[in-house]
């Protein structure tokens, strides 16, 4: 196959504070040569694309991603599903996700051991359409804590992997760490849907913490955690947890250990199950389960967030029957809504902090010479109206690897059709 320039469009490089003319050159899966300015270059050799009335930016990174939630209603479900059938549903989970230009996902938890591992797998023999990714555990917790969903008369899985005590932590992060997991997950704090175990419990004990990150630590492997009580978030600094996510209840003290830590810490609020609950939801169980308090608590940290320059990756806890996936650029949205972002600061989230949460800052998230080509382009000035990105309609163009899975020219998600020469 040829090259592939792409002249026209108006570039917005993940890092600018406004798009510019330019002209991309793409050979095999690198971004070769960038010239700005209106005029293309002499030299558009290959297959030419125009991107006139389009934003050429990067890939979108999808940082709190379950692409094995299969749009249930209660957790429990995902325990009912055969290893089988749940590993197709995720297939389609990531087909979408792609299709809606999210180009790379860090796993947030699968929702049992080896889906993500296997999907991550596959996707990278070209065996399955979808984004590349950072593959997780399930969600590691306690007795009484998210995720256990047993009971005294019956046992029911759900997407906890259940360890009590130090060594049952350190025993069950080896083992993930054997499946081929990237990332560790765990559930320091409860949840408002959880009787036993709300939102601001705090079931995990420090020396389970402890025990858990220093196995992640000793494979090399990044520890995330769901942590919405103030004590959570502090144990997960403490601990070195690499990705916080939610801090809907941080405290001032737990915002200026979160602040201290900024250069080693990302978050992500995981706010689209929220905001779907909320205004989308039936009113009275939001109200019943305080979701409009925790509504208002994760709009008033994020605001302090920004304030303090701390990184921020998008990603929802899609993949509910309330939060069904594909709708996950809506969280770009909702940094500018409700945290107080500018249009801009909120792309960032989704492409160059979410390049670094993917631990690829130096291939992924922007519009650069040497850089991966992860490209989408968007109808319209995204920089301006982030809703844009959230509509597949508007995306005429999706780019993964240098491998075109939405042509322009057609219009037709297709996957490994067209590649530039290597």
């Known amino acids: 196959m040829s090259d592939i320039t792409i002249k026209g469009a108006q570039i917005w490089d993940g890092v600018s504070e406004a798009r510019y003319p330019g002209t ?29 009335g389009h934003t050429l930016m990067p890939g979108m990174v999808e940082g709190h991603c379950h692409p094995s939630f299969t749009g249930i209603n209660d ?21 979408l996700l792609l299709s809606h230009g999210f180009t790379s996902i860090f796993e947030a938890a699968s929702a049992k051991p080896l889906l993500g591992v296997v999907a991550r797998d596959a996707i990278n023999s070209g065996l399955l359409d979808g984004p590349r990714m950072r593959a997780a555990s399930p969600e590691v917790t306690t007795t009484a804590g998210l995720g256990d969903e047993r009971k005294r008369h019956i046992y029911q899985e759900s997407f906890g992997l259940i360890a009590d005590g130090a060594l049952e932590m350190r025993r ?9 997991v990237d990332n560790l997950k765990i559930n320091i704090s409860g949840d408002e849907f959880v009787s036993f175990a709300k939102a601001e419990v705090t079931p995990l004990e420090d020396d389970e913490l402890a025990a858990f990150v220093s196995v992640a630590k000793t494979y090399g ?10 004590e959570s978030v502090k144990m997960a600094v403490r601990h070195g947890v690499d990705c916080i996510y939610h801090c809907d209840f941080a405290d001032e003290e737990a915002l200026d250990m979160l602040e ?42 994020y605001h302090e967030v920004r304030k303090r320059g701390l990184r921020v990756a998008v990603g929802g806890d899609y993949g509910f029957a309330i939060t069904p996936m594909g709708q996950n650029a809506r969280d770009i949205e909702h940094f500018v809504r409700y945290f107080g972002y500018s249009p801009v600061e909120a792309l960032r989230c989704a492409t160059t902090v979410g390049a670094e949460l993917m631990q690829m800052e130096d291939q992924i998230g922007q519009v650069k010479e040497g850089y991966l080509a992860d490209l989408l382009l968007v109808k319209g000035d995204v920089t301006q109206d982030v809703s ?4 597949q309609d508007n995306l005429s163009m999706i780019m993964k690897d240098g491998v075109m899975f939405k042509d322009p020219r057609t219009g037709i998600n297709a996957g490994g059709l067209i590649r530039a020469a290597e």
């Open 172 to 180: 069950t992060a080896r083992e993930c760490v054997r499946d081929g």
């Open 388 to 391: 844009l990105v959230q509509h």
């Open 24 to 52: 991309v050159k793409i050979s095999g899966n690198k971004i070769t040569a960038i010239h700005t300015g209106e005029d293309a270059p002499a030299d558009t050799s290959g297959e030419v694309i125009d991107g006139t």
């Open 221 to 230: 492997k990044t520890v995330a955690a769901h942590a919405r009580s103030s």
């Open 75 to 95: 957790p429990w479900e995902l325990g009912q599903l055969s290893p089988e059938d749940h590993m197709l549903q995720t297939a389609g989970n990531l087909r």
């Open 260 to 301: 201290e830590a900024k250069d080693r810490v990302i978050l992500g609020p995981a706010f689209g199950l929220v905001h779907n609950a909320t205004k989308e939801g039936d009113a009275a169980i939001a109200e019943e389960l305080n979701l409009y308090r925790k509504f208002e608590a994760t709009c008033a940290v």
